[in-house]
């Protein structure tokens, strides 16, 4: 499993709403997928970059993905963790919203800015919001330990208003919720989608 690559950046190429470059590493030439920002950012062809990498595994492909922060992979994959976001949904937001904007759009509940992802709309912002809040694990309510700030929200009022925001009705949320127990929302939210997929 690839964790980094140090080399030479031999070439760059631009597609759309993501780029590729080229870094020879010991004579060895690596492709790897990069927002349009981090390609820019790397410099002038044939400087030394250093990119942290995710290596993604596929039956029919493996594609390494790179990062010049680590904060950027850690969004990265926490993105992939979310239901139904794959590489190329994860690279899109992070192509808009850095680690940094990503972590007060989510302490926000800033749907719009997600929205202005490719290929985002308001219900997948609303899910994306929920589960990234729990796996990158941002302060939701303040600042922790601030004796001003009231006691965070259950989870299960987290899920119920996040499946009212996809557009379920007060009954089907009420049904796949009335059992349901635990304090991670975004775990809960997946279990909740996933009865009313089968409901």
């Known amino acids: 499993m690839i964790g980094s690559l140090r080399g030479l950046l031999l070439e760059r190429f631009e597609e759309g709403d993501r780029g590729e470059v080229l870094v020879e590493v010991a004579g060895i030439g690596y492709r790897v997928t990069v927002t349009p920002t981090t390609a820019v950012r790397m410099g002038q062809v044939g400087s030394e970059v250093f990119l942290h990498v995710h290596h993604h595994i596929r039956e029919t492909a493996q594609t390494l993905y790179g990062f010049l922060d680590r904060g950027e992979r850690t969004c990265f ?44 709309g308001k219900k997948t912002a609303t899910r994306l919001l929920v589960e990234l809040k729990a796996s990158l694990d941002l302060p939701i309510d303040g600042v922790p330990g601030d004796p001003t700030v009231g006691a965070p929200r259950s989870a299960l009022v987290e899920v119920q208003e996040a499946l009212g925001g996809l ?17 991670d929302p975004g775990v809960l939210l997946r279990e909740a989608l996933q009865r009313l997929a089968r409901a």
């Open 77 to 120: 994959e926490a993105l992939l963790s979310a239901h139904g976001v794959g590489p190329s949904l994860a690279l899109a937001v992070l192509g808009v919203h850095g680690p940094l904007d990503l972590a007060r759009v989510l302490a926000d509940d800033d749907v719009a800015a997600l929205c202005l992802v490719p290929g985002v």
């Open 167 to 183: 557009g379920y009705t007060p009954d089907e949320v009420r049904s796949v919720l009335s059992d349901l127990g635990g304090d």
